[in-house]
């Protein structure tokens, strides 16, 4: 029998936690105090320019500053690693995000890790990944962080539930594994992590109460892969190619008509956990002007 499917919308969820925000905000502000943040961007790609300007909007929006430092797709890691280390240094910024990826003559890890691990409002530093792993996190990374804050939004309790992860990047599988496995209220659950090498997936994705997709892959999960009430986080965000004016639509992970009346509840894409990212930074942001 089909049952109604609750679509969990990221927009309520960050409104929110903007609301929560708006508190520590104002505080700082009686002391002279406005969350700062550096973004650095090297290059020309699209997707990250969007992102970075949707950053500078939402941080707008929230009374704290961002600043964008643009550099050309020739730049040096010596000028990138100088400019980390005196943002390190800076009063005006609380936080530095290096914009993912960087051109391939860069090293990624040599430049992400410079940032000093009190700024590292993205959460990659091995520190705060080691932070986490001990279940004392300091800035979880941004969008594992806001699925934790979607599901404890939606009611949607972990304890004791088996969570299936598709997908084990630094970013999304590997960061929220380390969260829901803790002895956290929003944790304490049985976490599969499955990725390319996985056999029999669906007898897997068949097991979940909660099914978390971060592959990447356009519609990898059907309504035959999942049991009857689990609940769907999908992270995906892909542009598939159609006839509209753009050109591309943005499709998630999840066959997400086929699992209608199946799931108990899925987040859609666009409009589900993709706002949720930003304000997460806005948060880690703002908890580092708090321990400044
Ligand atoms: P990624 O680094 O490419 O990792 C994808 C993961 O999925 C890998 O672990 C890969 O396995 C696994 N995978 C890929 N195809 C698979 C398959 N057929 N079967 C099983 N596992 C498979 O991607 P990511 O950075 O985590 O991002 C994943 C998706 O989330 C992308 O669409 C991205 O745009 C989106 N995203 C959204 C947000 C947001 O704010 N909403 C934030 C970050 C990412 P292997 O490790 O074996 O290769």
């Known amino acids: 029998m089909q049952s109604e499917t609750t679509i969990l919308y ?21 002391k002279g105090i406005i969350p700062g943040l550096a ?19 939402a941080f707008k929006e929230l009374s704290c500053y961002s600043k964008t430092f643009q550099f050309s797709t020739t730049a040096t890691e010596t ?32 430049i992400t890790n410079t940032v000093s691990p009190d700024k590292d409002v993205d ?10 792993l001990q279940g004392i996190p300091r800035f979880v990374p941004c969008t594992p962080n ?29 960061p929220m594994f380390a969260l829901l496995v803790q002895k956290f209220k929003m944790g ?9 090498k996985t056999q029999s997936l669906e007898k897997i994705t068949k097991q979940a109460d909660i099914l978390i997709v971060a592959s990447g892959v356009p519609h990898l999960v ?7 009430g689990v609940h769907i986080i999908d992270v995906g965000i892909n542009q598939v190619k159609d006839d509209s004016v753009k050109g591309y639509k ?27 990212t930003i304000t997460m930074l806005a948060s880690n942001t703002i908890q580092a002007a708090k321990n400044n």
Do not use: W
């Open 222 to 228: 059907n309504g035959n892969m999942v049991k009857a």
């Open 146 to 174: 806001g699925i934790i804050e979607m599901l404890k939004f939606y009611n949607i309790t972990t304890e004791g539930k088996h969570v299936v992860i598709l997908g084990r990047s630094n970013i999304v599988g590997k």
């Open 79 to 110: 000028e990138l690693i100088n400019l980390i280390q005196s943002l390190n240094q800076s009063t005006e910024f609380h936080g530095i995000l290096v914009q993912l990826p960087l051109p391939s003559h860069l090293n990624e890890k040599l």
């Open 188 to 196: 304490n659950s049985t976490v599969t992590v499955c990725h390319t």
């Open 250 to 276: 943005l499709t998630g992970d999840v066959d997400y008509d086929s699992v209608l009346g199946i799931a108990k509840s899925i987040s859609p894409v666009p409009r589900g956990v993709g706002p949720l």
């Open 10 to 30: 990221g927009k309520p969820v960050v409104q929110h936690i903007r609301e929560r925000l708006k508190t520590d905000i104002q505080s700082l502000a009686t």
């Open 39 to 57: 973004v650095i961007l090297v290059g020309e790609d699209p997707a990250s320019r969007v992102y970075v300007r949707n950053k500078e909007k």
């Open 123 to 132: 959460g990659f530093h091995p520190m705060n990944l080691g932070l986490l």
